[in-house]
């Protein structure tokens, strides 16, 4: 039986605009920053927004999911209530863990 093994866990941060608010240049700069942040920390694996969709995905590397939730709601965008997010937990499936016991 396959343990998904914690270095195999990333979370997602799905935001999400909220019509009608306004995203000012300090802001970006600011949420930028946040990401910055997280880079230097080792955390932010990906992010960037959707060419499709308001909003964007960032996803990171947490200890856990409540370490997950105060990373995302640190973010300046849902700080400002600019905008919204949901957390989804990942679990990778790659060589290094056989792709979840199934390859």
Same mark, same amino acid.
């Given at each position: 039986m396959y343990v998904t093994r914690p270095e195999d866990i990333r979370y997602v941060i799905l935001l999400s605009v909220?019509?009608?608010q306004k995203m000012t240049e300090e802001l970006i700069r600011a949420h930028v920053q946040h990401l @910055?942040? #997280?880079d230097l920390e080792g955390k932010l694996e990906l992010c960037g927004p959707f060419s499709d969709y308001r909003g964007g995905m960032v996803i990171? @590397?947490?200890s856990s999911y409540e370490e997950a939730k105060k990373i995302a709601e640190s973010d300046p965008y849902i700080v400002s209530g600019v905008e +919204?997010?949901? #957390?989804? +937990?990942?679990e990778l499936s790659c060589e290094a863990?056989?792709?979840m016991g199934m390859g």
């Amino acid at each position: 039986m396959y343990v998904t093994r914690p270095e195999d866990i990333r979370y997602v941060i799905l935001l999400s605009v909220v019509p009608g608010q306004k995203m000012t240049e300090e802001l970006i700069r600011a949420h930028v920053q946040h990401l @910055k942040q #997280l880079d230097l920390e080792g955390k932010l694996e990906l992010c960037g927004p959707f060419s499709d969709y308001r909003g964007g995905m960032v996803i990171i @590397k947490a200890s856990s999911y409540e370490e997950a939730k105060k990373i995302a709601e640190s973010d300046p965008y849902i700080v400002s209530g600019v905008e +919204t997010y949901e #957390l989804r +937990t990942w679990e990778l499936s790659c060589e290094a863990n056989n792709h979840m016991g199934m390859g």
